[in-house]
């Protein structure tokens, strides 16, 4: 079947090794974001979430980071393993508007054995 | 947490039908969200279903192309209307649970549409 991601900006890595995802988000009063992480044929699944009073949260193997003067997150997952392989999506919710959220373009990560 | 079970998960539809996509939640929540996924891409927000009043379209969605009824707290449909190849994606529920402000959001497994 069809993957999701074949046009999507992708990082190569090596299992074991760290792997950084980024990602920019446009509005500024944003307040809350989330990665996800989506497997093929599947629908995204939360990974961790961080709220604008923080720059750095993190979870099992896995780290967000939040820079808000440029409006920069980042996801880092340590000893990426091959089960990490998927499309990441970053998503923001703005303070207005039903708390929808809005994605980001996506990264596909490639994990190598 | 919620789990979401949507319907079908995928179809095959000639152009100029319509389907209706179901999704179901295991619990009562205020707010539903429907996404688009074209082949490759990130997820476009189609429109927000609350119970009891007319879905909130997003710029670009129209309700006579994507018609939405959300009858209770728990159910909510997308219909794809007049259907043409460029409506071939995924079409994802999502939902957010919580009284408070900034929690995650949950989705169902998608509905892969081809449209031929």
């Known amino acids: 079947g069809e993957s999701v991601g074949l046009h999507l900006p992708t990082l190569s890595v090596q299992e074991g090794d760290n792997s950084i995802i980024n990602c920019a988000y446009s509005?500024?009063?944003?307040?809350?974001f989330i990665w996800y992480k989506q497997e093929s044929g599947k629908g995204p699944q939360f990974i961790i979430d961080?709220?604008?009073?923080?720059d750095k949260r993190q979870g099992q193997r896995v780290t967000v980071l939040l820079n808000k003067t440029v409006k920069h997150l980042s996801l880092q997952i340590a000893a990426t393993q091959p089960g990490d392989s998927a499309v990441y999506f970053c998503?923001?919710?703005?303070?207005?508007?039903?708390?929808?959220?809005?994605f980001g373009t996506g990264t596909r990560l490639l994990v190598s054995p | 947490s919620a789990v979401i079970s949507q319907k079908p998960s995928r179809d095959i539809c000639q152009r100029g039908t319509s389907l209706t996509i179901q999704c179901q939640v295991d619990?009562?929540?205020?707010?539903m969200f429907w996404y688009r996924q074209q082949p490759g891409q990130s997820l476009t927000l189609i429109a927000t279903?609350?119970?009891?009043?007319?879905?909130?379209?997003e710029s670009g969605f129209v309700i006579d192309k994507f018609p939405i009824s959300r009858p209770n707290l728990t159910f909510s449909t997308l219909t794809v209307s007049n259907m043409s190849p460029e409506d071939s994606s995924i079409y994802l529920c999502?939902?957010?649970?919580?009284?408070?402000?900034?929690?995650?959001?949950?989705f169902g497994q998608g509905t892969r549409l081809t449209v031929v």
């Open positions: 509005n500024s009063a944003s307040d809350y």
């Open positions: 619990s009562q929540v205020t707010m």
């Open positions: 998503a923001e919710t703005r303070p207005t508007g039903f708390q929808k959220l809005v």
């Open positions: 279903a609350n119970q009891g009043s007319e879905a909130t379209y």
């Open positions: 999502s939902v957010r649970v919580g009284s408070t402000l900034n929690t995650e959001a949950f």
């Open positions: 961080i709220r604008s009073n923080m």
